[in-house]
């Protein structure tokens, strides 16, 4: 994905980008049930963004709304060849180094299981029903909760949408916040289907066809 109005992050954001990820998601449905405790998802969190930036730096497109990086979109856009070699080390990577946090901030391998349990609600794969790669796939739109409600996330997802349409994309996305449907709904999507398997939590998979 190309922008000519969104800031292109760099390694050198990374720090903010992991420090914003965190702040967003602190009380998302889907960390609060992979990490019950609140002491250790406040202290895992950043070290688990950390693994997830260094691979989407690597494999992804990152964007912000602007250099002081108040909201970020994080895509794939899986009509784009890619380096296969590099994708699988950096994935292998972040799962080694992901794996090793949750074993070390929580000994009693709790956490550990949980993700393991969790994995159909953290690797995407429903989008393999959808038999479609000239597709965009938005693994982050997340915006800092201090600038919320100014119309970060609208510039961020409409800037994704204007590339889909120009280069004739499908665009999906997963959240796991029911009142985000709604949201999205207002730009074209719709509901592909709901993934409930643990946790009794459910997880909204959503696409936006070519228009």
């Known amino acids: 994905m190309d922008s000519h109005t969104l800031y ?34 406040k202290r895992l969190m950043p070290e688990l963004f950390h693994c997830d930036m260094e691979e989407m730096l690597a494999t992804c ?4 709304d602007s250099p002081q990086i108040r909201g970020i979109l994080v895509v794939s856009d899986e009509s784009e060849p890619y380096d296969f070699f590099q994708y699988v080390m950096a994935e292998l990577h972040a799962v080694l ?30 989008t393999d029903q959808l038999h479609q790669k000239e597709r965009l796939h938005i693994i982050y739109l997340a915006v800092d909760p201090a600038v919320q409600h100014h119309g970060i996330s609208a ?5 994704a949408i204007r590339y889909a349409q120009e280069h004739r ?9 029911e ?16 993934v409930e398997k643990h946790f009794g939590l459910k997880q909204y998979c959503m696409i936006r066809e070519v228009q």
Request: contains cysteine; proline residues 4%; charged residues 30%.
């Open 179 to 194: 009142k985000n449907v709604d949201f999205y709904k207002h730009f074209g999507f719709k509901l592909y289907g709901v």
């Open 61 to 64: 497109e990152i964007f912000a």
């Open 169 to 177: 994309l499908m665009i999906s996305l997963e959240t796991h916040n």
């Open 97 to 126: 180094k992901t794996d090793e946090y949750l074993i070390k901030e929580d000994p009693s391998l709790k956490t550990f299981w949980n993700f393991l349990l969790g994995k159909d609600y953290l690797n995407s794969r429903w």
């Open 155 to 159: 510039v961020l997802l409409g800037e």
């Open 8 to 41: 292109r992050v760099t390694k050198e954001d990374q720090p903010r980008l992991e420090q914003l990820l965190s702040v967003c998601f602190a009380k998302d449905p889907l960390y609060c049930k992979l990490i019950p405790d609140e002491d250790t998802r």
